[in-house]
């Protein structure tokens, strides 16, 4: 592989880390700027989002994943589609990741909500090293592909299955996260819970959209401890799907709590709407797990402080928006798939 060994690969992308980590002038622009093409996607959003990918590629990491797998098979210089989702920002940037750094070439199919940032960052990567600059390319339409990964809803998931069901692929659905609670949480410990609730406003397949707690909890000192985050009521898309789902509930007659900001409903459903977090009781911490075992399917991961033999991510409260580069979307591991192809 000469010089696209690990070790130079490794320095290559924690050098993009680095920028990432630290954003000069043209990138702090864009960050700021992002939110005239996507309302979402303000400022500490986008600063949150690069800030965490730079966090991602660190050297010590990279080489920690990289050694996992096969080097000889580095380099097989496959045409691999990718379809990205453009929920949060730069969300579909480990896909991306995965399939340069194994040698193959990415047919980018970016999402028009988060189309700025991946061009921005890949411009970057191949300051660093020009010869991963002819290893990606932007498209509109996907053509002449030898593998496919693709991200959407649950109705496009059926597209893709179709559309691509002739070569290699990997498609995903929609997924949720959950968090277990044991009623013993430090108020410090929910206020993280709130970063796993509300980061990139709830809008990412790794936040928290539903709470498992004990009988009889206690939900009074949670509301106390994400009190710091009412300021997301500001935010006029946030604000609208929050009295969109009061109003219904008020109507309805549903019973439900609300501290001004985020609304708490008892639901058995995974999947809560914006500005809306469900919680439901369990008996035990056995009975709770065999429901997240029926449930894995649709489960990206799961914040708890509790121990948990579960199939799904287990992390600890405040972290769910952290993903290390092994965390992979869905269990699937990325880097597998590409270097058997």
Request: with cysteine; charged share 25%; proline share 4%.
């Amino acid at each position: 592989m000469s010089k696209f060994e690990i070790p130079y690969l490794a320095d290559v992308f924690s050098t993009l880390g680095t920028q990432l980590s630290c954003p000069d002038d043209e990138l702090s622009a864009i960050i700021r700027d992002e939110h005239y093409y996507n309302a979402w996607f303000t400022a500490d959003s986008v600063e949150k989002a690069v800030k965490a990918v730079g966090r991602m590629l660190n050297k010590e990491d990279l080489l920690t994943w990289l050694n996992r797998y096969p080097i000889e098979r580095m380099g097989v210089n496959k045409q691999v589609g990718l379809v990205l989702a453009g929920n949060i920002p730069l969300v579909g940037f480990h896909d991306v990741l995965c399939v340069l750094i194994s040698g193959n070439h990415a047919l980018i199919k970016s999402s028009s909500q988060d189309n700025r940032l991946i061009k921005e960052v890949l411009k970057r990567l191949a300051l660093i090293e020009p010869a991963l600059g002819d290893k990606y390319t932007f498209i509109e339409r996907l053509t002449s592909f030898d593998a496919v990964i693709a991200t959407g809803s649950n109705n496009t998931s059926r597209y893709f299955d179709y559309y691509f069901s002739k070569v290699p692929n990997v498609i995903r659905k929609n997924r949720n996260s959950v968090a277990v609670l044991t009623g013993d949480e430090t108020k410090d410990q929910l206020f993280a819970l709130g970063r796993d609730i509300f980061d990139y406003y709830g809008l990412g397949c790794r936040n928290v959209s539903k709470l498992f707690v004990p009988p009889g909890y206690d939900i009074v000192p949670f509301f106390e401890a994400i009190e710091p985050y009412k300021a997301i009521i500001d935010h006029h898309k946030y604000n609208n799907n929050y009295d969109y789902n009061k109003s219904i509930y008020l109507v309805n007659r549903d019973q439900h709590f609300d501290n001004g900001f985020l609304l708490l409903k008892e639901d058995k459903a995974m999947a809560s709407p914006l500005a809306v977090l469900f919680y439901e009781n369990y008996d035990s911490i056995d009975s709770v797990q065999e429901l997240l075992q029926q449930q894995s399917e649709n489960i990206q991961c799961i914040v708890s402080t509790a121990r948990l033999d579960v199939n799904n991510q287990v992390v600890d409260l405040g972290q769910s928006q952290q993903p290390a580069l092994w965390d992979y979307a869905d269990g699937v591991d990325t880097m597998d798939f590409l270097t058997k192809l």
